[in-house]
């Protein structure tokens, strides 16, 4: 892929400059990814970087290059405010809409800086004076990857091509989404010639949970639910069973893609209560041509990709159950 804006891109970037980078709110491995390479990048090239994320992210990340030194806004919110107000430029990664950020976003609303967007969601905002956004690439990282490829190949070293690989990775699924190209591939070959200790990757991402999140994993799946005749399977957990298996942030990452697993269900949900915020969140995963991001939208204030989406309720879990099934069976017509 050919990166049209990197002139402007460049402009932006020729003379020494405070800059920030920001993930979206709870970040994932791509948005973490990208924000870490992207900073290391424009650390070689002689700007002053802070990465400033709006809150925590799961202990499978925090073995990333890098991550010591995010500011997180939940808990540092002065130091990240003031860093925010001396930006001179301003990179949001891995989201298009400033709502994703949550309390950073009247912080960069309020800021004069430009701000440039490098994100691969469809509909993108309109409030960047540079949008980089890609709307089929299976990753954020994967358009990090040919930004920094195209401006300087040997600027790659091995902890960015870490954080690089970890965003593909995470992002298309382990490479198995449709989202994944031989273009995927080929800059995977790359970032493993630049020092991406693959195997390890995988192991620090997916072989690394605690007893607690095997057996939280268990209580998930003994709650899966299959809808009579249509293709869609759901599951839950309550507060109560999250507290039984002292419950860590990220635990429940990845849990949805069981419901998928299962053959010729195009349409997998999963439920997490969270009391003290009073919300259920809620992630779906479809195969095939079920559209998740507007599924999401339509009935729970949420969005993301046709494959892999998002969304929110603030009834009961119960409830939210009941809500959940009536929306699916209005939607039959939409499986294959
Ligand atoms: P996850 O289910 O892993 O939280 O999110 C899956 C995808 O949906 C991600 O691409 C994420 O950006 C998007 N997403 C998750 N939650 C929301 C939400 O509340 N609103 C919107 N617009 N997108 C979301
Ligand atoms: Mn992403």
Redesign the pocket.
């Known amino acids: 892929m050919k990166i049209q804006q990197l002139s402007a891109l460049q402009a932006l970037l020729d003379t020494s400059k405070s800059i920030v980078v920001i993930p979206h709110q709870n970040p994932?491995g791509?948005?973490l990814g990208s924000c870490l390479a992207w900073a290391s990048f424009l650390q070689q090239k002689g700007h002053r970087v802070h990465v400033i994320s709006p809150n925590d992210y799961p202990d499978f990340l925090t073995w990333m290059p890098g991550q010591e030194a995010i500011v997180q806004h939940s808990q540092s919110a002065a130091k990240a405010a003031q860093y925010i107000e001396a930006a001179e430029l301003i990179f949001t990664l891995?989201f298009n809409d400033l709502l994703r950020i949550d309390a950073l976003g009247p912080l960069v609303e309020k800021s004069t800086a430009p701000i440039v967007m490098i994100d691969?969601h469809q509909n993108p905002k309109d409030y960047a004076a540079l949008t980089l956004s890609f709307p089929h690439m299976g990753?954020?990282a994967e358009i990090v990857y040919h930004i920094i490829n195209q401006w300087d190949a040997n600027a790659i070293d091995p902890d960015m091509a870490s954080c690089l690989y970890t965003g593909i990775m995470t992002?298309t699924g382990s490479f198995r989404f449709p989202s994944t190209t031989p273009d995927t591939h080929r800059a995977i070959a790359h970032l493993m010639e630049c020092g991406a200790p693959h195997s390890d990757i995988h192991q620090n991402i997916h072989d690394s949970y605690t007893f607690d999140r095997v057996r939280l994993l268990g209580m998930g799946l003994t709650n899966l639910t299959k809808l009579n005749e249509i293709p869609a399977v759901f599951l839950s957990l309550s507060q109560q069973e999250l507290n039984a298996c002292n419950y860590q942030k990220g635990d429940t990452e990845g849990f949805v893609n069981y419901g998928l697993r299962l053959k010729d269900i195009q349409l997998a949900v999963i439920m997490i209560e969270n009391q003290r915020e009073g919300k259920i969140k809620m992630s779906f995963r479809s195969k095939g041509g079920f559209p998740a991001h507007t599924f999401a939208e339509t009935f729970f204030s949420g969005g993301g990709h046709k494959n892999a989406a998002g969304g929110v309720s603030f009834s009961s879990l119960e409830e939210t159950k009941e809500q959940l099934i009536k929306a699916i069976q209005q939607w039959k017509n939409h499986f294959e």
């Open positions: 994932d791509d948005a891995d691969h990753s954020t992002d």
